[in-house]
C-alpha cells in the first residue's frame, strides 16, 4: 500500500471542517482549526529502562504523532507520549480520547487562541483531581504551538517573547536491575560525552545508596539527580534521604506517591535534600497549592505531563516567582515531545542538567534532520514553531513496523 493510500485506510483521524490546502507557511492572518490527524506508533528502544515493558510483553515508547491542518494549509505537529508504567494513560486510551473527545472539539477554533483551545479540552473530557488525561492532551497543546509558530514564521521562543536558540545539558539515566551493572552504564554515558547522571531509586534505600556512590564515585562534580517515581513510604523516604545526600545524591526527585502530602511535608521540614515533585503536579493549581502546603523545594518541569506547553510555562514561572528550584525532565521524550521540551527550557535558559534521555534510550526518530545532539550537549532548534520538520514516510514506517495500525483501526 503507498503512503497516500495508507493515509486514507481509516487508520487516521480525520475531524474534518473544510479541505486542507497544503502550500506555503501563511502570516499571522486568522485561521481555523481544520484537521488533525493521528499517528499511532511505538519507537523502538535501546538498553533496559524499567518503564519500557507493555501488556504482554510488548517493548517500545509508546506514542501519538498528531498532525494538525489549519484552514489557510498551514500544519503544526504534536505528540502525545502516555506511558502506562509511568501513569495512568495507555497508548490505546490515548488513541480514543484524541479521536472520539478532544480532537472534534477543536475543530473549527481559532488557531491561535489556545486558552479558547484548552477550554475545549476542558469540557471535552472533565478533570479529576487535576487535569483530565494531561499526557494525551499535551500532544495537542505541543502542534497548536508548533502551527502558531510556523504561521509567523518563529521559533516558540518568540512567541513567548523570550530569547531562542541556545543550548541545554544533558544529564545520562542510570537505571538498574543490579548494582553490579551501573558502571557499564555509567561508561556508556561517558563515551557518549555525558558528565551528569540521574539515577532511578526506591524502593529499597540499600541498592539505591550504593548506587548513588558508584555513581558519586565515576562523576565527582557531576550533578547527581536521583528520582525515585514515587516509590518510597514515608517512613523509608526519611530515612533514605540524609543517607543518598551522603553518598553524594544533590536532589530527590519524587520520593512518594503525590497523595502522600504529610509524608512530603516531612521531607521538606527534614531538609536532608532538596525534594522534587514529578508525578502529581500537573495543573499551575496543583502546584501553587503544594508550595501553600510546603511539600516542596521545586519541581521536574515536564510539558507532558503537563497538559502540554501553557500549563508547563506557567509552573517554571511560579518556581521562578517563589524562589523555587526547576530542573528540566522528560518521559522519554520521542522527537516531536522533545523538541518541545527543549525549546521551552531553552527558552528559560535552564543551566542545571536536563534529564531528557529519548536520545539515550530511542532508536527511530521520524524528522527529516535530527535533532542535534553532541557530547551530552542538545541544540534548541531556531527554526520556526518547534523547528523540526517531519519526515512522513517515516512517520508511515514506523506505524507499520510498531503495530499502529492495530490500534488505529480498532476505532474506526
Ligand atoms: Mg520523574
Not at 36 to 60: Q, S
Not at 206 to 225: C, M, N, Q, S
Not at 237 to 255: H, K
Not at 393 to 408: A, C
Amino acid at each position: 500500500m503507498d503512503r497516500r493510500a495508507f493515509l486514507k485506510s481509516g487508520l487516521v483521524l480525520t475531524g474534518l471542517a473544510g479541505a486542507a490546502r497544503f502550500g506555503k507557511t501563511s502570516g499571522p492572518s486568522p485561521a481555523r482549526i481544520a484537521r488533525i490527524e493521528l499517528f499511532p506508533v511505538l519507537y523502538p528502544v535501546a538498553g533496559y529502562f524499567k518503564f519500557f515493558t507493555g501488556p504482554g510483553g510488548r517493548t517500545g515508547r509508546p506514542a501519538v504523532i498528531i498532525k494538525m491542518t489549519a484552514d489557510d494549509g498551514a500544519v503544526g505537529w504534536g505528540q502525545s507520549v502516555p506511558l502506562s508504567t509511568w501513569s495512568d494513560e495507555t497508548w490505546e486510551g490515548a488513541v480514543s480520547a484524541l479521536r472520539v473527545y478532544f480532537a472534534p472539539a477543536l475543530i473549527g477554533l481559532d488557531a491561535d487562541d489556545f486558552a479558547v483551545a484548552h477550554d475545549a479540552l476542558d469540557k471535552a473530557v472533565a478533570g479529576g483531581f487535576s487535569t483530565g488525561l494531561p499526557i494525551t492532551r499535551a500532544g495537542l497543546d505541543i502542534a497548536l504551538h508548533d502551527l502558531a509558530g510556523r504561521r509567523r514564521g518563529i521559533p516558540l521562543a518568540r512567541l513567548w517573547g523570550l530569547p531562542e536558540g541556545g543550548r541545554l545539558t544533558l544529564s545520562w539515566t542510570v537505571n538498574v536491575k543490579a548494582v553490579g551493572d551501573a558502571e557499564a552504564v555509567i561508561a556508556e554515558g561517558r563515551k557518549r560525552g555525558y558528565a551528569h547522571f540521574n539515577i532511578k531509586v526506591g524502593p529499597d534505600p540499600e541498592f539505591d545508596v550504593g548506587l548513588a556512590r558508584i555513581v558519586r564515585k565515576a562523576a565527582p562534580r557531576g550533578f547527581l539527580w536521583a528520582d525515585a517515581n514515587g516509590g518510597y513510604d514515608p517512613e523509608t523516604a526519611l530515612r533514605a534521604a540524609p543517607r543518598l545526600a551522603d553518598a553524594g545524591v544533590d536532589v530527590l526527585e519524587s520520593p512518594l506517591r503525590p497523595n502522600r502530602i504529610a509524608g512530603y511535608q516531612a521531607l521538606k521540614k527534614q531538609g536532608a535534600l532538596p525534594i522534587l515533585m514529578d508525578e502529581g503536579v500537573v495543573s499551575p493549581a496543583d502546584l501553587e497549592e503544594f508550595i501553600r502546603l510546603g511539600m516542596l523545594d521545586g519541581i521536574a518541569a515536564k510539558p507532558a505531563r503537563c497538559g502540554g506547553l501553557v500549563s508547563d510555562k506557567r509552573q517554571i514561572e511560579i518556581c521562578r516567582e517563589h524562589g523555587l528550584m526547576w530542573l528540566g525532565s522528560g518521559l522519554t521524550d520521542p522527537d516531536i515531545s522533545l523538541a518541545a521540551s527543549l525549546a521551552l527550557y531553552g527558552a528559560f535558559g535552564l543551566v542545571k542538567p536536563a534529564a531528557l534521555n529519548g536520545p539515550q534510550f530511542l532508536a527511530a526518530d521520524v524528522l527529516k534532520t535530527p535533532l542535534r545532539i553532541e557530547n551530552g550537549i542538545a541544540h534548541v532548534p531556531t527554526g520556526p514553531g518547534l523547528g523540526i520538520d517531519i519526515d512522513e514516510d517515516k512517520v508511515v514506517d514506523l506505524i507499520k513496523r510498531s503495530g499502529g495500525d492495530k490500534i488505529g483501526v480498532q476505532y474506526t
